[in-house]
Structure formats: structure tokens, C-alpha cells
Nanobody
Framework: QVLLVESGGGSVQAGGSLRLSCVVSRYGGRCMAWFRQAPGKEREGVAVIDTATGGTDYADSVKGRFSISQDNAKNTLYLQMASLGPEDTAMYYC??????????????????WGQGTQVTVSS
């Protein structure tokens, strides 16, 4: 079993920044990602990283504002978020276990999920 534990969410004003962290209990596959889900909306992929190559991909809505990275020594995945807006308000989830790492993929392609961390951006 791979356990993922997110932290770093909170409430910020528009234009602010947050860094989300996801501690991974053990190796869960080369492809790791961040998804988010806002109330009344479908879950959407935000950023993905191929932990073997360092390759990344992002949703168009966050390109240039969000950055996904990993620290293998700390078994931690990060999502640095800047220029936040109310549209970024959502529960953010760390996920792993997808077999390939081509693009963001769908949520049902990932096997392991954290419990989520809430991000709220006020205007």
C-alpha cells in the first residue's frame, strides 16, 4: 500500500501563493500528479511529473503559474502555486500509480490518492 499525505493548503487572497506538499510512504510508480476538484465541478488534472525523467505537463489553466517538483531524498512531491485566483479554489489531491506518464491523464488512471488539502482563494 502506498500512502500519500498532502499538506500546505489554506486560505489566501487573490494574487497570493501557496506550496502544497505530498509525502509518499514508498515508491508508487514513476508518474505522480496533482488533481483538484471544486464544489459542483468534475475532478481535473492540474500537473503531472515523470519522476524518472523529470518531465512535466500542466493544465492550460495553470501553465506559467504552477510548478510541480519532487524531492526524492524526502519522498515528497510539491506543487508551487502563484498568482492564485478564485478559480483555483478547490480540494487538491496528490496521486500516483498510473502506468504511463504521457500527459495529465484521467483520474481513473491513477491508483493511489491522498486525502486532499483545501485551497481557498478570496477575491
Amino acid at each position: 500500500q502506498v500512502l500519500l499525505v498532502e499538506s500546505g493548503g489554506g486560505s489566501v487572497q487573490a494574487g497570493g501563493s501557496l506550496r502544497l506538499s505530498c509525502v509518499v510512504s514508498r515508491y508508487g510508480g514513476r508518474c505522480m500528479a496533482w488533481f483538484r476538484q471544486a464544489p459542483g465541478k468534475e475532478r481535473e488534472g492540474v500537473a503531472v511529473i515523470d519522476t524518472a525523467t523529470g518531465g512535466t505537463d500542466y493544465a492550460d489553466s495553470v501553465k506559467g503559474r504552477f510548478s510541480i517538483s519532487q524531492d526524492n531524498a524526502k519522498n515528497t512531491l510539491y506543487l508551487q502555486m502563484a498568482s492564485l485566483g478564485p478559480e483555483d479554489t478547490a480540494m487538491y489531491y496528490c496521486t500516483a500509480g498510473r502506468k504511463d506518464c504521457n500527459g495529465l491523464g484521467r483520474g481513473d488512471e491513477y491508483y493511489y490518492w491522498g486525502q486532499g488539502t483545501q485551497v481557498t482563494v478570496s477575491s
